[in-house]
Nanobody, 115 residues
Framework: QVQLVESGGGLVQAGGSLRLSCAAS????????MGWYRQAPGKQRELVATITNDGSTNSVDSVKGRFTISRANAKNTVYLQMNNLKPEDTAVYSC?????????WGQGTQVTVSS
């Protein structure tokens, strides 16, 4: 069982930055993959970025060059640094962890970008 607690969402103007945090209840090296999804009103959930337990990262094209996923093993925390935010980035962002066939979710955090 993995528990995930997110923080860092909020309201920001276009061009601004936010950093989301996802604290896990277990050591990160024991989790195969962690990442972030987002879902905007009326849209399908979208995978934003992932990081594996060996540190490999990937992200969707729409955020490349603006968002960076990283991890702090000592804090059991994964981060999503979001720069140059755009109104179309507005969504509920949810952290997830995938391990041995099981997926765990955080509670979600709202990110709102005003134009």
């Amino acid at each position: 069982q993995v528990q995930l607690v997110e923080s860092g969402g909020g309201l920001v103007q276009a061009g601004g930055s936010l950093r989301l945090s996802c604290a896990a209840s277990v050591r990160l090296f024991s989790i195969n993959v962690m990442g972030w999804y987002r879902q905007a009103p009326g849209k399908q959930r979208e995978l934003v970025a992932t990081i594996t337990n060996d540190g490999s990262t990937n992200s969707v094209d729409s955020v490349k060059g603006r968002f960076t996923i990283s991890r702090a093993n000592a804090k059991n925390t994964v981060y999503l640094q979001m720069n140059n935010l755009k109104p179309e980035d507005t969504a509920v962002y949810s952290c997830y962890a995938w391990n041995s066939g099981y997926t765990y979710w955080g509670q979600g955090t709202q990110v709102t970008v005003s134009s």
